[in-house]
């Protein structure tokens, strides 16, 4: 079954195929890993950030030690922590043999930082972008972008957060303490051989991309961590190069959501389970007073048969069940009293959000992704499958669009084949539809990934407030990598 196909066709999965992705052989009867904790960087102070892009090993499980990149580190990089109005100076410096470009993925900076596929950083060469930090409070990441070779870099490795501070989130009773009762939550699926060591490969990759059977959080399978008896706050990044979760708890146990992509919703959202697609960012909050153990789940979408319940009756019916019949957490939060908790309720309001009057969207755009592969002849969706938007596949010498700044514009964008997230550099965004749906609560915040599919359009209003030039253009694709690859993007500029 072709997960992008059936995204929408959730259904009351059996158990035992939900079962099957989750519980790889060789990583089972082991004590658990402890949550690695990715160390955080201050770049708030102008203080330069070293990021050395470079080759590793790292053990996803004991024992076995596996090649990787990251940044500064064996597997993925620091967590590079910058506020609202400060100046953000990161030094790259590639020490691998193959070129990188790497782009900060839902900041509000000008094409010539955006590290998009044409700011190519060759081997032993250096990029230090400064960015200027003009956006609110955010979860936002930085990943490989290279031409061609995003899924396999961003899979190696090359990812590690970015979190954005400013005055109204400072002033919230949310829970900051970074690494206590403020988590840094990377999910990963990924695929490895007998030995234990990460598989990857474009060519072997079916229409739906890269499809992991093991999760890994923050890099680990199954870990641990211990939080305060109170309010404890998870930065969730779907990291994953192509696959959509259904984010839940074994206990059915309601949370918060209290932030999209690109920052803090108007007010809190009470939910028991949500979708994250590829690149996408949520802040959840849950409450940890009772003491309970909570079991993070990160279902494959995918794995979901169809049903006419939609996603909640199947998940439902999977909760009905014996607790044996869902997979294990993905990531176990269990209670240390000795922690200073965070009890104080939830703010009713968190951030206002301006939406633009209708008179002020001045322009259309439609973007249509496309997946057929041109011969008419299904070739199983390997390398030759073309992958277009508007027709067009991804060419690094072609302008797709031209975009004025400073106006708002609509964007209407659909496949015609199965779901994607799309995403735009260079800006949040507004999701007025989903999928031909009113967007719901916890999708009106600010975006930069939206996900469309084949039933109807998506529609987002998008404002573009710095340049891009026709040197250092930005791009909208697909966020499913090995999509990317193929050449579901395009470029634009912004003047
Ligand atoms: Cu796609």
Known sequence: ??????????????????????????????????????????????RPIDLRIRSGTWSFKRGVRTPTLGFSQDYLGPTIRTRQHSELDLR?????????????????????????????????ADWQPGLSIVQPAATCWYHSHTHGKTGEQTYRGLAGLIIIDDEVADSLPLPRRYGVDDLPIVIQDRTFDEQGRLVYSLLDADEDGWLGDTIVINGAVAPVANVPAGKVRLR???????????????????????????????????????????GERCEIVIDMADGKTAGLLTLFEDEFDDDEEGVLGSLSNLFGRSEAALPPPSLTLTVDNA???????????????????PQEIVRTRDFMLGMD???????????????????????????????????????????????????????????ERMEGETALPDQRGWKDIVVVDDDDWSEIVVRFDHPATEQYPYMYHCHILEHEDRGMMGQFTVS
């Open 1 to 46: 079954m072709s997960s992008a196909l059936s995204r929408r066709q959730f259904l009351a999965g059996s158990a035992a195929m939900l079962g099957a992705g989750y519980v790889p052989g060789i990583w089972s009867k082991t004590t658990p890993t402890r949550l690695p904790i990715p160390p955080v960087v201050d770049g708030s102070r102008g």
């Open 92 to 124: 790259y410096r590639n020490t691998l043999t193959e070129s990188v470009a790497v782009h900060g993925h839902g900041l509000h900076v000008p094409g010539e930082v955006d590290g998009g596929p044409q700011l190519t950083i060759e081997p032993g």
């Open 373 to 431: 592969n041109g011969d008419g002849d299904d070739d199983g969706g390997h390398g030759a499958m073309d992958m277009t938007i508007n027709g067009a596949a991804m060419d690094m010498n072609v302008i797709n669009e031209r975009i004025e700044r400073g106006v708002w514009e609509r964007w209407r964008i659909r496949s015609d084949q199965g779901a994607h997230p799309f995403h735009v550099h260079g800006c949040s965004f507004l999701i």
């Open 236 to 278: 969730l990044l779907n990291g994953a190069n192509a696959r959509f979760y259904i984010v839940t708890f074994a206990d059915n146990r309601t949370f918060h959501k209290i932030a999209s992509d690109g920052g803090l919703l108007e007010a809190p959202v009470p939910l028991t389970m949500m979708e994250m697609s590829p």
């Open 339 to 357: 922690l200073a908790a965070n009890t104080a309720p939830l703010p009713e309001r968190l951030a206002a959000i301006v939406r633009p009057q």
